[in-house]
DNA sequence: GACACATTTAGAAGATTGTATAAATATCTC
DNA sequence: GAGATATTTATACAATCTTCTAAATGTGTC
């Protein structure tokens, strides 16, 4: 469980990020046009989601292609269950 | 799922504290005696940990216990599971 | 109340982060 | 290859965070 991928989680817009993405994948200017922020700014967290693999990329032409790899969500809840699950003692 | 969960559970001095509190509860003390760090600096991050709710105090004399409040990890575990769990569009 | 111990709070310094603008890279169309 | 569009990278600045030392608060003992 890197350092990496807490902090990533630490930031509103970079969630809502990974919210948007559970709708559906979506490139990089689909999802920067939803936040208020210079189009940079959201590019910037894009980077911070994929260092931290919460997101893979693909690219489809002049696009990017954004979606959640959803095996690390799945890495998420196991260290929450085992580590602080009720029945983390057993 | 407030914003100050997420950024407490960034730093990785935190998560370690958190960790020791699964084993049993723990003065402030015994916590900060386990972190190369000063004794205020730890009391900070404890201080951070109670803000978001992650541990509550109970105090005994001199000292000042910190205990797991195991509720706030289960939505935790909810939050990621309803939103990026495998199941999550069912 | 004076002193010792446990812990927090205040204030400051350095590191990291979030956002902006400008420049660079990549792809597509003509 | 020139120009248009999509995206990232570079650089800078302000805000936030982590840690420190020093001072303050709370409790127990004499």
Redesign the interface.
């Known amino acids: 469980m890197d350092?990496s991928l807490?902090?990533a989680?630490?930031d509103?817009t970079r969630?809502r990020i990974?919210?948007l993405l559970?709708e559906k994948d979506r490139t990089a200017g689909e999802i920067a046009e939803q936040f208020p922020m210079a189009f940079a700014s959201v590019s910037h967290h894009l980077g911070v989601l994929k260092a931290a693999d919460l997101v893979a990329t693909e690219r489809e032409g002049q696009f990017i292609r954004y979606r959640?790899n959803?095996t690390v969500?799945?890495e998420?809840?196991r260290y929450?269950?085992t580590?602080?699950?009720?029945d983390?003692?057993a």
Not at 83 to 86: C, P, Y
């Open positions: 350092d807490f902090r989680l630490a509103p969630r990974l919210e559970t959640l959803t969500f799945q998420i809840v929450f269950m580590r602080f699950g009720r983390s003692n």
